[in-house]
């Protein structure tokens, strides 16, 4: 992860405040951040599901239907940014706890590994599987909303936009935290996770591209154990 040196020491440009500014501020800039990244990392996949309920959604009228759409894509992304506030209250927990401890530094390397070795088991499991077809079924199994006539009410598009929301966050979990651990400002890695979960949601068997990419993963956290361990 990214640091810029400073007076008062090398702090993590994602996770602790910069010299002179309060904790509340940097939170603000971190979820800024996340906000900003998870869009441009999920528009793609989420698109041609907005495009779908809009389209669905066309009985109650165009500009009706284009503001649910908007009230789905906001319980969509309020989701992620619930997720990106205990993102970043456990990323600065643990910056902190590695300051304060130098055992604990040493051991980041290794426990980067371990978890990008465990992000690409994830993609092999069954959980995986359940979450990922449910969040390519939009994010739901036989309901209203997955109907070819959804509910055209604030109340029933902010609920579709919630539940595809949280499947879809659930799909990515082990993406998102490799993602996370192998460097959030690292553009190269936010690219390569970018493809990945829009690749798994919108090709044609998703399951299969995500346990090859499960594969590549796993490879990628073993080698980061190695390189950890000096070997």
Same mark, same amino acid.
């Given at each position: 992860?990214?640091?810029?040196?400073?007076?008062?020491?090398?702090?993590?440009m994602a996770?602790?405040?910069?010299?002179?500014?309060?904790?509340i501020?940097?939170?603000?800039? !971190?979820?800024?951040?996340?906000?900003v990244?998870?869009?441009?990392?999920?528009l793609?996949?989420?698109?041609p599901?907005?495009?779908?309920?809009? /389209?669905?959604?066309?009985?109650a009228?165009?500009l009706?239907?284009? %503001?649910?759409t908007?009230?789905v894509?906001?319980?969509?992304?309020?989701?992620?940014?619930l997720?990106g506030?205990?993102?970043? @209250? +456990?990323?600065? &927990?643990?910056?902190?706890m590695?300051?304060?401890?130098?055992? %604990?530094? /040493?051991?980041?390397?290794?426990?980067i590994?371990?978890?990008v @070795?465990a &992000?690409?088991? @994830?993609?092999?499991?069954r959980?995986?599987?359940?979450?990922?077809?449910?969040?390519?079924?939009?994010?739901c /199994?036989? *309901?209203?909303?997955?109907s070819?006539?959804?509910?055209?009410?604030p109340?029933?598009?902010?609920g579709?936009?919630?539940r595809?929301?949280?499947?879809? *966050?659930?799909?990515?979990a082990g993406?998102?935290?490799? !993602?996370l651990?192998?460097g959030?400002?690292?553009?190269?890695?936010m +690219? &390569?996770?970018?493809?990945?979960?829009n690749?798994? /949601?919108l090709?044609?068997?998703?399951?299969r591209?995500?346990? @090859?990419?499960?594969?590549?993963?796993?490879?990628?956290?073993?080698?980061?154990?190695?390189?950890?361990a000096?070997?």
């Amino acid at each position: 992860m990214d640091t810029m040196p400073m007076p008062c020491g090398s702090m993590s440009m994602a996770w602790m405040p910069m010299c002179g500014q309060s904790w509340i501020g940097a939170a603000a800039s !971190f979820l800024t951040l996340w906000i900003v990244m998870t869009a441009a990392m999920m528009l793609p996949s989420l698109a041609p599901r907005l495009w779908r309920y809009r /389209r669905d959604a066309a009985g109650a009228g165009q500009l009706a239907s284009v %503001l649910l759409t908007v009230v789905v894509a906001g319980g969509y992304f309020l989701v992620w940014t619930l997720i990106g506030a205990a993102v970043y @209250l +456990l990323g600065a &927990a643990t910056m902190a706890m590695t300051m304060r401890y130098p055992a %604990l530094a /040493r051991a980041v390397p290794t426990a980067i590994g371990v978890v990008v @070795l465990a &992000a690409g088991a @994830l993609q092999f499991t069954r959980w995986k599987a359940h979450q990922l077809a449910r969040c390519r079924n939009d994010g739901c /199994r036989a *309901s209203a909303a997955c109907s070819p006539y959804p509910s055209v009410t604030p109340l029933a598009a902010w609920g579709h936009g919630l539940r595809l929301g949280l499947h879809c *966050s659930l799909s990515s979990a082990g993406l998102t935290a490799a !993602f996370l651990v192998a460097g959030i400002m690292d553009w190269p890695v936010m +690219l &390569a996770v970018t493809a990945a979960i829009n690749v798994e /949601r919108l090709a044609p068997g998703g399951e299969r591209y995500a346990r @090859l990419i499960g594969a590549v993963v796993i490879g990628a956290g073993s080698l980061a154990i190695v390189r950890a361990a000096g070997i």
